[in-house]
């Protein structure tokens, strides 16, 4: 409980300014990106540093008070979203960039840094951070870690813990902790790539260290456009088949196409199936392998390609792929932004699958999808004012995930699962598997503070197929009881 | 050893009298697929006999000695369960041997890409359990990088899966991270799934050849700076000679324009075409090379990438009562092979492990005279974050059945 004299501890060990109680400045930290989960925090915190935040923490080990660390708080899954009489620990005021060491290729910074401007503290040498989820201008290093975040250009250079060579950390008891190095494989368990992804549940990144990766020569997007999603995730697997890597590999359905065109104009061709393709690397192999890819798409029926022929307009392309989610607004009053994973040769059968299951609910699925890795975002959309239908999309939605699984995939490629998907992780892992999980989240949170009631499955929830119940920690320890 | 003929039966119940056998000091057991792997664990574990997991035993001198009750052989488990080839991905039982797994993925043009040392004995699980990696590092990462998901047996017989066959996937912690270079002392490694590439076609090697290693300082680092995206990229030295090699994925049209930037990077420095048996430099040092196991260490260091060929350089001069060789790779990881007295090994050994620690980097000892075993740690002091370690350690081996002692700060 956060009562007025535990507040004036808090208050004590921050800047003035640095707690935040008042009710209405509360709501602002409600919810993150996903939006019908909310708890409106007991308090927010703004350290300005480490041992700020290393304070903070230690005051919510010593009375138990559940925290959740926030960055821009654009998080999908519902990872930000506040425990009740929990604290928020924001990180709006450490946004500094501390080291920049082109040789070695690292920066360091802190986690309220956001993920565009690391690339812009290192574009004048030539060099760019490579994981690029789609809300990089705004969102959070933070956040990036918490949720080991992706991106459309992950397939070939990997995702935020390929980039994250070492972290300071508070630990759940406020125990200050450096994981990983700035040089390769330290003696000791990989800490570092066990923090990365586990979504604020083991504990505060206050400091981390960065890859930096050299430009390429040169860079070459390609847009082919198809007559039906079958033919453009052929070319996919033609493609990957012949041996190339593409930096990127992406396709967006009509639905899609319709909704970015009415948001940023990218004069997308309009057809069923939209693939944008993009190679980098030395300038002789990459137009070599653009020939190949031309072919490939030729050979699968595509009938018009397009090769951006400037920066201004490969930007376009991708500002309109970028824009998906947020552009669904225009074909839809409400919508729900799914994240499952599958095998990418079995593309065709689950799109065709989940025409059937939205058609049996009478709901329009729009997919836009980095096909290259075969992570899907399945856009349910529905509208809230029509009785019931919210609870249809939801359904539908979490039953997309199981068929992921089902097809020997994930149910979440880059959004984490946060408090969205705790039930399906239950579908996805066995008990012991997630008691094992369980064993690292109990050495690092014995109490269970560090954002509780997440990631981890809890009680089922009506009408879901879910796995076997995993007690959380807090309700084992009879912290907290789920009703 | 605490070893009954009771343990001995009740093992042969659960694998068979033929896959129970002694040897002077321990029994080794071998289980034919992961439930009697789960249940040769619950056994020893509820009977406080400490294990060691054994795949083909190439790298089973690294870390601190352990003395186990029992050998747990993973040599029966050695298939290569499913090559989903048009997904990339593959599925692979941890005592399959790396070249075999290699072969099977080869029939498609694919590879899991990094290459291990002895690939014929190394055992996939062994490859993993002691974090190897090579020069293809530098293009495609490490383990961490190509490991997607991971069967793992705990020491009480729990058998859990993380990650799965995908490669994009953030559901649940990443347990195989966990598993990745704990050398067999938080689970048993019992089957991996991999993210594939293909095999690279057409490269090329280069080398820069000169006497002096810090003399590549630049070119390495123009190197690293440039866009030629290098697949690998080393320093071979010995106290005469230094060579940086380059290896460019090199069409034939790209030949000539490569040779004038590499012309450029080598500044004066002599350029010419190299055979691709550069590569196996580090196998080449790691081996005994004929030398008694009482007059040589092996050590693995890794460095800031600026601090390389300054090292080397610094390897170069060790005093000539020891024999160096050394081979970094351009990522900061190195491969010093040392041949001189135990003596005289010692302190070298003392003496580097605090330059490099001083340089923020760190220094493993994968092999030593086992006289220096007793004064010399392994690994070195423990790191600051021990206590969770040990925590760790505690959660997944509460009686510190697997590999005990053999880790970092005595786990």
């Known amino acids: ?483 | 050893m605490n070893f009954s003929p009771a343990h001995r039966a009740a093992l042969a119940a659960l694998v068979g009298e033929e896959f129970v056998r002694d040897d002077a000091v321990c029994v080794h057991v071998a289980p034919a697929d992961v439930t009697q792997l789960a249940a040769i664990l619950r056994y020893a574990d509820a009977h406080a006999l400490t294990v060691m997991p054994l795949g083909g035993g190439t790298k089973i001198g690294w870390g601190n000695p352990v003395q186990p009750a029992l050998v747990l052989a993973l040599h029966r488990m050695n298939a290569v369960r499913e090559h989903a080839w048009q997904d990339m991905t593959c599925t692979v039982q941890a005592g399959c041997t790396w070249a075999a797994m290699q072969r099977a993925l080869a029939q498609h043009g694919q590879c899991v890409a990094l290459d291990a040392l002895w690939p014929e004995q190394a055992t996939v699980g062994g490859v993993i359990a002691t974090n190897d990696s090579d020069v293809l590092r530098l293009k495609y990462g490490g383990l961490r990088d190509l490991i997607i998901g991971m069967t793992v047996v705990l020491a009480d017989g729990t058998i859990a899966k993380s990650g799965g066959k995908v490669v994009k996937n953030v559901a649940g912690y990443d347990l195989h991270k966990l598993m990745t270079g704990a050398f067999g002392t938080l689970g048993v490694i019992a089957e991996v799934n991999f993210r594939l590439h293909p095999i690279e076609r057409s490269l090329q090697t280069w080398s820069i050849k000169t006497s002096d290693a810090f003399a590549l300082d630049k070119p390495l680092r123009a190197l690293l700076d440039s866009q030629l995206a290098p697949v690998s990229a080393q320093v071979r030295c010995n106290p005469r000679e230094a060579v940086l090699d380059v290896r460019l994925a090199s069409l034939d049209e790209q030949k000539h324009s490569q040779q004038l930037a590499l012309e450029s990077i080598a500044g004066g420095i002599s350029l010419a075409l190299a055979d691709d048996g550069v590569w196996g430099e580090r196998q080449r040092l790691a081996g005994d090379g004929g030398v008694s196991d009482s007059e040589r260490a092996v050590l693995k260091i890794s460095l800031p990438h600026d601090e390389l060929c300054n090292f080397l350089a610094r390897v170069q001069h060790i005093p000539p009562e020891i024999s160096a060789q050394a081979v970094a790779q351009s990522h900061g990881l190195l491969l010093l092979a040392l041949v001189g007295t135990e003596n005289a090994l010692a302190r070298i050994l003392r003496t580097l492990r605090t330059e490099v620690t001083e340089l923020g980097g760190s220094l493993f000892v994968q092999a030593m005279p086992a006289a220096l075993r007793e004064s010399i740690d392994a690994w070195g002091d423990a790191p600051a974050t021990i206590t969770l370690m040990c925590e760790i350690k505690k959660q997944f081996d509460p009686n510190r059945t697997l590999n005990p002692g053999r880790f970092v700060g005595g786990i």
């Open chain 1, 1 to 483: 409980m956060l009562t007025p004299a535990i507040l004036a501890e808090f208050a004590a060990v921050v800047e003035p300014g640095g707690l935040i109680t008042e009710l209405n400045q509360l709501q602002t930290y409600e919810c993150d990106g996903l939006t019908n989960f909310r708890e409106v925090p007991g308090a927010v915190l703004l350290p300005r540093s480490t041992e700020e935040v290393q304070a903070i923490v230690r005051l919510c080990s010593n009375y138990a008070i559940p925290f959740v660390a926030r960055g821009a708080g654009t998080g999908l899954s519902g990872g930000a979203l506040p425990a009740a009489g929990g604290i928020v620990i924001s990180f709006a005021r450490m946004t500094r960039i501390l080291d920049v060491d082109i040789v070695n290729q690292r920066v360091t910074v802190e986690p309220g840094v956001i993920n565009a401007h690391v690339t812009a503290a290192v574009a004048a040498q030539g060099y760019f951070y490579a994981p690029d989820p789609s809300s990089q201008p705004v969102c959070t290093i933070g956040g990036n870690v918490a949720e080991n975040a992706g991106g459309a250009h992950c397939l070939k250079y990997g995702f935020t813990v390929t980039h994250v060579m070492g972290l300071e950390v508070v630990l759940p008891s406020g125990e200050l902790l450096m994981l990983g190095a700035s040089t390769l494989d330290a003696p000791g368990y990989d800490l570092a790539g066990v923090f990365v992804g586990s979504e604020g549940t083991l504990g505060v990144a206050t400091k981390i260290i960065l890859r930096i990766v050299k430009r390429p020569e040169t860079v070459r997007t390609l847009l082919a456009a198809f007559d039906s999603i079958r033919h453009a995730g052929k070319t996919v697997s033609d493609i990957i088949a012949a041996g190339m890597l593409p930096s990127a590999v992406e396709m967006m359905d009509s639905l899609c196409i319709q909704a970015a065109e009415a948001a940023v104009h990218p004069k997308y061709p309009v057809c069923d199936a939209l693939l944008l393709v993009e190679l980098d690397g030395p300038t002789a192999e990459v137009e070599a392998q653009m020939q190949q890819v031309r072919s490939i798409c030729n050979a699968n029926s595509s009938w018009e390609i397009r090769v951006a022929q400037s920066e201004a307009e490969r930007q376009l392309i991708w500002k309109g792929r970028k824009a998906t989610f947020a552009a669904m607004g225009r074909i839809s009053p409400n919508y729900i932004v799914q994240d499952g994973v599958i095998p990418r040769t079995a593309l065709p059968e689950v799109l065709e699958e989940i025409e059937r299951m939205a058609q049996a609910v009478q709901l329009r699925v729009a997919n836009v999808f980095h096909a290259g890795d075969g992570n899907l975002h399945p856009l349910v959309l529905y509208d809230r004012s029509i009785a019931g239908q919210e609870d249809i999309a939801l359904d539908l939605s979490y039953r997309i995930l199981h068929l992921c699984v089902d097809k020997g995939g994930s149910i979440t490629g880059e959004h984490g699962v946060g408090r969205e998907k705790q039930q399906a992780m239950g579908y996805m892992f066995s008990e012991p598997d997630l008691a094992t999980m369980q064993r690292v989240r109990i050495a690092f949170d014995p109490a269970g503070i560090a954002n509780p009631d997440k990631l981890f499955p809890r009680t089922k929830l009506c009408g879901e197929k879910t796995g076997p119940y995993t007690p959380h920690p807090l309700e084992v320890a009879g912290v907290a009881e789920f009703f």
